[in-house]
């Protein structure tokens, strides 16, 4: 890890810089994945599942059948939490539907905006290591809600055929409407381009490794919109000195343990506090079954100490986290500080796994400074916003000398003569 006590802002730019990820002609790859897809159809995705994930798997659709085994291998216990955070995840998105207000802006003049759901969305849910059952509820709560006619996923299969038994209950439970055995970047191909099995869809959603990422940005050459840019995970914690070191640490790591790529930032105003949590970590980590992962993460990752916590936002704001956790004791003084942050966490006891699994915000967010300009996923993800505008014949007459004019000075004649013509 990386230790700075009190440094320069002339030096932030170089703190708050991510890894950087070997790129090994990803693209060239990408390319080649979305021609052989396009090209050989199923029989393309059922080669790639031999070649990347040993995985023989002849037909490329879940079964009714597999999808009824799959809640049979899984613990009343973790039905029951699957349930209760989709019912917090529904209750928070159901919120944020918007009623539709009629505004009339000129006498006889009536302008208003109407939401279209996303006939056809897809989503991608990495499996392998850490199978994200969760990202199922995180996508396809909001995308019933919002009134998506199809939802289709795509998660890779395991050595024996097989996708992770979680992901297929939270995908029934939620509404799915096909589920397909494929992973990666071959996945994102057929969901953008379609296949024999696989329909084409209209936005894809969704995390995944460096090569997902780069074939959700390559499907947008399709027509194909995405979710947002994304990179490997990572969160930032705020502590002064009534922040718990013990509980820093430990959020710190609950992100670090992703994966190798993902970076954690620890930023504190409290010598005490910055010395016990690094100590913390260095105890907390060797307890984790996935601190291979964790160590790694920490070698790209920083702990610094700032002056104030005004300048603890401002070193926060620069970063743009993912996750931005607000260890500190009056944490409603400080948020309208926050300008840069995909989700936060205020207070000692709302640690970053809450937004991961059950509080019910969506923890699919803009990583790698994309919060910079991007929002996490919402329901607005799911739907169209298209604008209605009625006119009257005294709406015209009231509005109609002030187009003209434009249209006219414009140049375009025959944008002022659609006005002229039916003011005559």
Same mark, same amino acid.
């Given at each position: ?248 640490? &430990? ?75 607000? &260890? ?97």
């Amino acid at each position: 890890m990386k230790i700075y006590r009190y440094p320069t802002k002339d030096s932030w730019k170089d703190l708050v810089k991510r890894p950087v990820l070997e790129q090994k002609e990803i693209s060239g790859l990408i390319t080649d994945i979305f021609a052989e897809v396009e090209k050989k159809g199923d029989q393309a995705l059922r080669e790639f599942n031999k070649k990347f994930d040993k995985a023989d798997t002849q037909l490329i659709s879940v079964t009714k059948q597999e999808i009824e085994n799959a809640e049979k291998q899984i613990s009343d216990e973790l039905k029951q939490a699957i349930q209760q955070a989709k019912e917090n995840i529904s209750k928070f998105h159901a919120s944020q539907r918007q009623q539709i207000q009629k505004i009339e802006t000129t006498e006889g003049v009536v302008c208003w905006r109407e939401n279209r759901a996303v006939e056809r969305v897809g989503i991608y849910i990495p499996g392998g290591t850490a199978p994200l059952f969760s990202t199922v509820l995180m996508l396809a709560v909001p995308a019933n809600l919002a009134g998506c006619k199809e939802i289709i996923l795509c998660s890779p299969p395991d050595k024996n055929g097989n996708i992770n038994p979680a992901i297929l209950f939270a995908a029934n439970l939620c509404g799915v409407s096909e589920i397909f055995k494929t992973g990666g970047a071959q996945a994102v191909a057929a969901m953008a381009l379609g296949t024999e099995s696989i329909p084409q869809v209209n936005k894809i959603f969704g995390p995944g490794n460096q090569f997902v990422v780069a074939a959700k940005e390559y499907a947008q050459r399709y027509g194909v919109a995405i979710d947002m840019p994304a990179g490997p995970s990572e969160v930032l914690v705020i502590g002064d000195e009534q922040a718990v070191p013990e509980f820093c640490a &430990a959020d710190l790591l609950s992100q670090a343990e992703h994966g190798s790529d993902s970076q954690v930032v620890f930023v504190t105003t409290n010598l005490k506090v910055f010395e016990e949590t690094i100590e913390a970590v260095g105890q907390q980590i060797r307890d984790l079954p996935r601190n291979e992962f964790a160590a790694q993460a920490l070698e790209n990752s920083s702990f610094v100490l700032v002056n104030s916590l005004e300048e603890a936002l401002e070193f926060s704001n620069l970063y743009a986290p993912e996750h931005l956790i607000l &260890a500190i004791g009056d944490f409603e003084k400080y948020i309208p500080l926050v300008q840069n942050a995909g989700s936060v966490f205020l207070g000692n006891y709302s640690c970053e796994s809450a937004g991961d699994y059950a509080s019910g915000t969506n923890h699919t967010l803009p990583t790698n400074a994309y919060a910079k300009n991007y929002s996490g996923v919402s329901l607005d993800s799911f739907v169209k916003k298209i604008t209605f505008q009625y006119l009257s014949k005294e709406g015209l007459q009231n509005l109609g000398k002030t187009i003209e004019l434009m249209a006219e000075a414009e140049g375009l004649f025959a944008h002022k003569n659609a006005v002229s013509i039916r003011l005559k």
